[in-house]
């Protein structure tokens, strides 16, 4: 249940995404890696905008130009931090960047927590309100590496790191732990990041220490319970990603059923967090169904099919087995089985690219058709042209691209090439076999081709 409207202008969010992710076994950033098709950064980033807009701050470090690059032309803004100290020091690095854009409040989130949700970080914050320091909790069964969090009389006195927890001094663990999420006064923070130390087992120095010199400093500290919620945790390895992963597809999934999209076999359905499929779509699993992805109302996407940032419109069918990346289907269209449909690819009305058909920056025009075995690359074809099976456009010289242009009601022969930059006017026909390099004039035969030779056999 949400508690507050958006935070003032002042607030925003800083993500910890320095880290390497050594137990991730992988030389790309932890950050980077994805959760059906979104990096996890990418995720966390999303649920926070709604609460800031583009008050969002990432402290990065561990192959920086790597993220920079993965989230290029998005609003997100970067803070190097070019030795990883820890994250007291991330937050050392990013606090003069926070203070130039004049922000009062800060909510730290880690990086590494793709299920984390905007209506648990707005009601965080709602119980955060007023003070200076305020850590969510959670109380686990097992504990394992996470920070214990120390309370006397109810009160939070401090957050210890497990290495570092001793009984005898902190007195009996109670499952309660650090969550990684605060709600931090700048100014407060100000004042309390110079004292904190690094004298700790990992020589880093941490947020949670904050806690403790808050506390002492007489300052208004809160430790808000999240209860044992396992989707506020971080990923720490493959094991860990894959099980939310699986949380994250099933909660989506549901969540479109319930909308009233079509699912046949939905254990079997996969779909990013950006994906809008409209009710009364209709889709068969196995598929995949990736980045801002759009299927209308009426479409029916087949198993076996793989769509990523791709626009499907109302009653177009996508056969199984077909592959689009960056590509627009129009109404009534057919594709595939075994399309591929690469960036620039787009199709009009009631246009089909059937078997084993690639199309790469190519437009069909409307009620067009391309059934077979073809590649279509650089090309406008005209409304009702007809291309034939084995029809490729030759566009690349070996160091430019050129377009191949097809006017209206032409038919291209079986196994043509056509050799760009050359036009085929409408209602012209290339005779099976041609190797066309010339324009073809409207409504003229255009044939390329050796003159048949019968000889007796011997």
Not at 83 to 96: I, S
Not at 384 to 407: E, F, L, Q
Request: proline residues 5%; hydrophobic residues 40%; aromatic residues 4%.
């Amino acid at each position: 249940m949400s508690h507050v409207s958006a935070p003032a202008a002042t607030s925003c969010a800083l993500i910890l995404a320095a880290g390497k992710g050594t137990r991730m076994h992988s030389k790309k950033p932890k950050v980077l890696h994805t959760i059906l098709g979104e990096p996890l950064l990418g995720h966390v980033a999303e649920a926070l905008r709604p609460l800031f807009g583009d008050a969002l701050w990432a402290v990065i470090g561990h192959e920086a130009e790597m993220v920079c690059a993965a989230f290029a032309g998005r609003p997100l803004r970067f803070v190097e931090q070019t030795e990883q100290l820890g994250t007291g020091h991330a937050l050392m690095v990013a606090l003069p960047e926070l203070k130039r854009a004049g922000m009062k409040k800060v909510l730290v989130v880690n990086g590494d927590t793709p299920l984390i949700t905007t209506d648990t970080l707005r009601d965080f914050m709602f119980y955060a309100e007023g003070a200076d320091v305020s850590v969510a909790t959670l109380t686990l069964p097992n504990p394992g590496a996470y920070g214990r969090i120390v309370r006397r009389g109810g009160e939070l006195k401090a957050i210890v790191e497990a290495k570092d927890f001793d009984p005898a001094v902190h007195g009996e663990p109670t499952g309660e732990i650090n969550a990684g999420i605060y709600m931090l006064d700048v100014a407060a923070v100000e004042r309390l990041l110079p004292r904190i130390g690094n004298e700790n087992k990992s020589g880093e120095y941490y947020i949670t220490d904050l806690v403790g010199l808050a506390v002492a400093e007489g300052m208004t500290v809160r430790g808000l319970s999240c209860g044992s919620d396992p989707n506020l945790l971080g990923i720490n390895n493959p094991a860990e990603l894959a099980r939310s992963e699986e949380l994250r597809r099933r909660a989506i999934v549901e969540e479109r059923l319930a909308a009233g999209v079509v699912m046949h076999g939905p254990e079997l359905i996969r779909m990013g967090p950006f994906v809008a499929v409209e009710p009364g779509a209709e889709l068969f699993g196995p598929c995949e169904l990736y980045g801002h992805t759009r299927i209308a109302s009426g479409a029916i996407i087949e198993s076996h099919c793989v769509i990523s940032d791709s626009e499907v419109e109302a009653g177009a069918v996508v056969h199984s087995f077909s592959h689009l990346d960056h590509a627009s289907v129009g109404q009534d269209c057919l594709v595939g089985p075994y399309a591929r449909l690469r960036p620039g690819a787009v199709m009009e009305r009631d246009s089909h690219v059937g078997n084993f058909v690639e199309m790469k920056k190519a437009r069909l025009g409307e009620g067009a058709k391309a059934n077979h075995l073809t590649y279509l690359g650089d090309a406008e074809i005209g409304p009702r042209s007809n291309i034939g099976a084995g029809t490729i456009t030759c566009n690349y010289d070996g160091v430019n691209k050129h377009k191949t242009v097809i006017g209206e009601h032409a038919f291209i022969g079986s196994n043509t090439a056509l050799v760009a930059p050359v036009t085929v006017g409408a209602e012209a026909l290339i005779g099976a076999g041609s190797v066309i390099t010339r324009d073809v004039p409207e409504k003229h035969l255009g044939v390329a081709r050796g003159k048949q030779t019968n000889l007796r056999r011997r």
